[in-house]
Nanobody, 123 residues
Framework: QVQLVESGGGLVQAGDSLRLSCAAS????????VGWFRQAPGKEREFVAAIITSGSSTIYADSMKGRFTISRDNDKNTAFLQMNSLNPEDTAVYYC????????????????WGQGTQVTVSS
């Protein structure tokens, strides 16, 4: 199995950018599709973006398109989420997750999860 550790969260102002990282250990990272999800207080965990093993295919939630970019570096066993033009509605705990198979927006399709990193956007 693979272990995932997120980092890069913090407190920023509206309009700022952040880059989250998801460092993997254990089994070969390049075998897994990686997804990012987020969960705001009192809300369900929602899909943000996902990237296939090779990095050649990505999908995004509609509300993140054009602002967020998912990428990965298989040589460094790390996936990234670049977030631009942040607004207070982006405040949440951000999780990375991994699965075998193609990209998916469904959280139950992902077998492995990190502990999350808090992102707080002030107005």
């Amino acid at each position: 199995q693979v272990q995932l550790v997120e980092s890069g969260g913090g407190l920023v102002q509206a309009g700022d950018s952040l880059r989250l990282s998801c460092a993997a250990s254990g089994r070969t990272f390049s075998l897994y599709t990686v997804g990012w999800f987020r969960q705001a207080p009192g809300k369900e965990r929602e899909f943000v973006a996902a990237i296939i093993t090779s990095g050649s295919s990505t999908i995004y939630a509609d509300s993140m398109k054009g602002r967020f970019t998912i990428s990965r570096d298989n040589d460094k066993n790390t996936a990234f989420l670049q977030m631009n033009s942040l607004n207070p509605e982006d405040t949440a705990v951000y999780y990375c997750a991994a699965r075998f198979g193609t990209v998916s927006m469904v959280k139950t399709a992902y077998a492995y999860w990190g502990q999350g990193t808090q992102v707080t956007v002030s107005s």
